[in-house]
């Protein structure tokens, strides 16, 4: 394992990151690296927490499981960034700071009935469907509006904020619309449920530079960091 070359994807990561935000007229720390661990062995963890990471995002709850009992000496905020299967949730929303793919309805309500029965239950995102590809989850733009008054009715499991992906194969620039969208999108959904809606997760490793510069606070990045890294 290539220590030396992580650190430096993380030191040019966290530049790019930083430079984006400038663009956007943030400071740095208004935007926050969520390092994705999918498939990278718990050594690799390691190393990323030694460099000071804490946030780490993770797709498959399963692998979350093994991860978290194998890691359990460390503190980590884990994130959930994939889907999330409703017979999956009540095992999952306690080892967890934020769950970024809420994808319908019934899956929402479904964590705000387990997060009344707790003192301190995750943060979500709801995904948006922007790029309006079939095979991605989430809400189309249309449907999340209509849904507004229900989810705002979900008053145990904070909403913070969007999150959404990029069409497939996409380039960064043709991203930019689809993060566009998304965060106009938020203006409407904040004054239809009246929730803050601070966040909006945009952004991996080919297109996070146009998902800061248009608005994203959160940042999933997983093969720019580890490029080179696993030889
Ligand atoms: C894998 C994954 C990422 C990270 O993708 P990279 O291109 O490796 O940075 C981000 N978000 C989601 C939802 C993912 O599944």
């Not at 208004?30 to 995002?57: F, H, I, N, P, W």
């Not at 019934?106 to 387990?114: G, V």
């Not at 990029?166 to 938020?186: K, Q, Y």
Request: charged fraction near 25%; include cysteine.
């Amino acid at each position: 394992m290539n220590l030396e070359r992580l650190a430096e994807n993380l030191e040019s990561v966290r530049s790019i990151m930083a430079d984006a935000a400038a663009r956007s007229g943030r400071a740095a720390g208004a935007v926050s690296l969520v390092a994705v661990t999918k498939r990278r062995s718990g050594k690799l963890v390691r190393a990323l927490m030694a460099l000071g990471e804490r946030d780490l995002g993770e797709n498959y709850p399963q692998e979350l499981w093994e991860k978290v009992q194998d890691l359990a000496d460390l503190t980590v905020r884990w994130h959930l960034i994939g889907h999330l299967q409703g017979n999956k949730a009540k095992r999952t929303i306690p080892m967890v700071r934020m769950i970024h793919a809420v994808d319908s309805l019934r899956l929402l309500k479904s964590l705000d009935e387990i997060a009344a029965a707790m003192t301190n239950p995750p943060i979500v995102c709801l995904q948006v469907n922007g790029s309006g590809e079939q095979a991605k989850h989430g809400w189309s733009p249309e449907a999340i509006l209509a849904d507004a008054d229900e989810i705002a009715s979900c008053r145990s499991i904070p909403v913070v904020g969007l999150m959404t992906m990029a069409a497939l194969g996409t380039d960064a620039e043709s991203a930019r619309p689809t993060f566009a969208l998304v965060r106009e999108l938020r203006e409407t959904l904040r004054a239809r449920t009246g929730f803050a809606l601070p966040h909006l997760s945009m952004g991996m490793s080919g297109d996070f530079e146009a998902g800061i510069e248009e608005g994203a606070t959160l940042v999933r990045i997983g093969s720019a960091l580890f490029e080179g890294v696993e030889t």
